[in-house]
């Protein structure tokens, strides 16, 4: 989860009469994009290698130029104009070759001798306070130019701190900050998860719809935060209490009659699946493909650094607030009657009830509340990467990584289970490209199921 | 509302493209779920690995469709036997949790930038198997008054539900074989199984394998109609595309899941059409659904049949109830 600060497109002033695409370092949404992008690139590099002799006569043919504009997204999604930058190239030696400050208009000019390779620096002193380069290492790009040529720098800058930061030399300077996302992104996956191995524990179904019911909780508070026009702070509990009186309905209405028709559990599984779908996609038709981001808290600037950490003051309410929610929730299962009931009903449904637990009763608690829990996971999922159709079935894969680990049904497990993953899921970047990191959940799942079945706290038994 | 053209699409939508591929992999599912009990939600990832192995194999390293799809079904037969290897030991909902996951994450990789030089990346493979289509013996269209289909849409017909039949003929053979009489018995009563000797858990394996294959050999298809590949046609509906034709055809039967991916194609077709002439004609107003709207309409009818199918009528239109009533293990 790579932060919520926007990036900034740093747009071509003129149209230019290069024939070279920018370079354009990829983010995410791009990736379209630079998939076009490194194929026009290739072509361009094939016609390259098929007129050698015409490229080198045109050393002499004149002087090229490379163009930009340093600007950054605004908060309403404008482009604000950066004045007084610095951009120096210097040829691949190191030679300087010519400065230049950018405009008011944000743009600025740099006149190069001929064909070469460059290297062109941001200097990130020159930056105003407030905005950054997207990375310390995009402040630096190494382009060759061919003569007459005329080519567009593009330096990412962003409000408040940058965040992605370099791989390679570095990766042991990440382990705390990847580290601190992976617990806050467990935390997340934890809470999301509480309800779908309660769930199993109590009824033995395998929700496949649960990541809607994290989805539905995010979409009520952006419905409440952004539509009705409430603060998040007012918008939030609203919307976690509505998805509880919605979960425990949803049980009550529609799975409680299911179970006293005696449908098997297979085919409940099945039914949660086509519910998924139906829910998943009334998601997209009313919300539509856009994520969006709350009214509150969208874009924090003032960071925290804390031990080479760096976060912005969400990020420690959102850990403050799910360890104090899933301490209440743990203290509750030990503690309350409700919570020993609840754990009794999953050790073994027959015998609590027959020791006069309402089975029906605590079924329908866990309903509620671990809906409740997801709806607040999937607020601060949205909160940490905006609201999305599909934020929570994205993070179903994860939440079943993380309730199989700890031991499916099991009260505890599913706490720690899911820290544990988040952890990896976030870490496994040092060592493999972010867009596939949940891969490393998925290694995780199979591994815990090879090992050890029952997962960390799940007790020995046969399961097969 | 133009009724002609909804009548017409909705008719070839019943035998074109998606009806073959969705049968081929409803076919397979049908092995996995109808006769094993085994539950693989992640066929996507099978129909995936047929389509990006032949796709490969093809662009990438210029083989010809045979051998490429032959490489393409390996690859199946290798994903089955990775995902079986630690859910099938275990109770079913494993597998499920294992193969959905699977099925996405191979989504994920093929479309990654990473590999996008062998797989093409979100924009997938094009110019695949230009042969299938220039070996095409049918030189002319066929216009039956109310459908027509061009010599290229009969070509593949013939080659697709030639491809069909052949896989409902091997289902039938082999669930009719003391091989089948063991997935059945593993689909009434795992534990009984075992106490006869059998090892269970083998048997699943060459159950998930074969339905992968036939999942695959889906895949294949796609490729070849289309001769492109796509990462994001494999993503999770695609499964259940699949799972809702079986199951509406009826599980457990040679024929059930050929009758409903024709079915189910049909209905899809005919409310998209429908809805689109709807919007085009003003019966729908545009605050209430617009054309991409439209489009997602299709899922909800999917998830919302597969549920209630799996509530009021397991057994689909074909299916003996008593055969497709799963117990819990």
């Not at chain 1, 996956?189 to 995010?218: C, P």
């Amino acid at each position: 989860m790579s932060g919520t600060a926007r990036i900034a497109g740093v747009s071509a002033v003129t149209r230019s009469v290069a024939y070279d695409p920018p370079i354009v370092p990829a983010r995410p949404t791009q990736r379209r994009l630079l998939t076009l992008l490194l194929a026009a690139l290739a072509a361009l590099g094939l016609a390259g290698v098929l007129a050698p002799a015409a490229a080198a006569q045109q050393t002499e043919g004149g002087e090229a130029e490379a163009v930009g504009t340093i600007d950054y997204e605004g908060e309403d999604g404008e482009d604000v104009p950066v004045a007084g930058v610095e951009i120096t190239a210097s040829t691949a030696d190191g030679e300087e070759i010519d400065t230049a400050t950018t405009g008011d208009d944000g743009t600025f000019v740099l006149s190069l001798p001929g064909a070469g390779d460059y290297v062109f620096v941001l200097d990130p002193d020159t930056l105003p306070d407030g905005v950054s380069l997207r990375s310390e290492e995009r402040g630096t790009l190494e382009l060759s130019m061919n003569a007459g040529q005329r080519r567009n720098l593009l330096f990412p800058i962003v409000e408040g701190e940058g965040v992605e930061r370099s791989s390679g030399s570095t990766k042991i300077a990440q382990v705390p900050q990847l580290a601190f996302e992976g617990f806050k992104f467990g935390l997340i996956i934890a809470m999301s998860a509480v309800g779908l191995s309660l769930i199993y524990g109590t009824t033995g179904l395998v929700n496949f719809a649960h990541g809607e019911v994290v989805t539905f909780g995010a979409l009520l508070a952006y419905l409440f935060n952004v539509t009705f026009g409430l603060h998040l702070l007012i918008a939030g509990p609203i919307a976690v209490l509505l998805a509880g009186v919605f979960g425990g309905g949803f049980d009550r209405g529609f799975w409680r009659p299911l179970r006293n028709r005696g449908t098997s559990l297979i085919a409940m599984l099945v039914v949660s699946i086509g519910l998924s779908l139906v829910l998943r996609y009334l998601f997209l038709y009313q919300f539509g493909g856009r994520t969006r981001p709350f009214d509150q808290y969208a874009i924090q600037t003032d960071t925290i650094e804390f031990l080479n950490i760096t976060m912005v003051r969400k990020d420690i309410w959102i850990v403050v607030v799910s360890i104090i929610l899933l301490v209440l929730v743990a203290l509750a299962l030990g503690g309350t009657r409700i919570g020993k009931a609840t754990r009794a009903v999953a050790d073994n449904r027959d015998l609590a009830e027959s020791s006069g637990i309402d089975v029906e009763k605590v079924i329908l608690v866990v309903w509620a509340v671990g809906s409740a829990l997801a709806a607040v996971g999937g607020i601060f999922l949205g909160l940490t990467e905006q609201v999305s159709w599909q934020g929570g079935f994205q993070l179903l894969l994860l939440m079943f990584a993380g309730v199989t680990l700890g031991g499916l049904g099991t009260a505890y497990g599913a706490l720690v289970g899911s820290i544990i993953v988040g952890l990896a899921v976030q870490l496994s970047t040092l060592v493999i490209s972010s867009e596939l990191k949940n891969v490393a959940a998925l290694l995780i799942l199979a591994f815990i199921l090879l090992v050890r079945p029952q997962g960390i706290l799940g007790r020995k038994e046969r399961v097969g | 509302m133009n009724w002609s053209i909804i009548i017409e699409s909705t008719l070839e939508a019943m035998v074109t493209k998606n009806a073959v591929v969705f049968a081929l992999a409803a076919i397979g599912l049908n092995i996995h779920y109808g006769y094993t009990g085994l539950l693989n939600f992640g066929q996507a990832g099978f129909m995936a690995a047929g389509a990006y192995g032949t796709g490969i194999a093809i662009t990438q390293w210029g083989w010809t469709i045979g051998p490429a799809a032959v490489f393409g079904i390996v690859l199946s037969v290798l994903l089955a036997f990775f995902l079986g290897l630690p859910t099938l030991r275990l109770r079913a909902d494993y597998l499920a949790i294992v193969t959905i996951a699977a099925a996405e994450i191979i989504r994920r990789i093929v479309k990654s930038t990473q590999y996008s030089e062998v797989t093409g990346g979100s924009g997938g493979l094009n110019g695949i198997g230009r042969g299938f289509y220039d070996n095409n013996p049918i030189d002319s269209g066929l216009d039956l008054g109310i459908v027509s289909f061009s010599e290229r849409e009969l070509w593949f017909m013939v080659v697709g539900w030639g491809v069909v039949v052949l896989c409902m003929v091997l289902t039938y053979l082999l669930v009719r074989s003391p091989w089948g009489r063991v997935l059945k018995a593993i689909r009434e009563d795992e534990d009984a199984v075992r106490s006869l000797g059998k090892n269970v858990t083998w048997y699943k394996m060459q159950s998930l394998i074969l339905g992968g294959a036939f999942g695959a050999l889906g895949g294949i298809m796609l490729t070849l109609e289309q001769q492109s590949v796509q990462p994001d046609q494999f993503f999770t509906p695609t499964t259940f595309f699949a799972f809702t034709a079986l199951i509406l055809g009826g599980a457990g039967r040679v024929f059930g899941p050929v009758v409903g991916s024709m079915l189910f194609w049909g209905i899809i077709q005919f409310t998209d059409v429908s809805l689109r002439q709807a919007i085009a004609n003003d019966y729908i107003p545009t605050w209430l659904m617009d054309g991409v709207q439209a489009g997602q309409v299709r899922f909800i009818i999917a998830g919302g049949l597969l549920a209630a199918l799996m509530i009021f009528r397991q057994q689909g239109l074909f299916g003996n109830k008593r055969e497709v009533a799963l117990d819990d293990h």
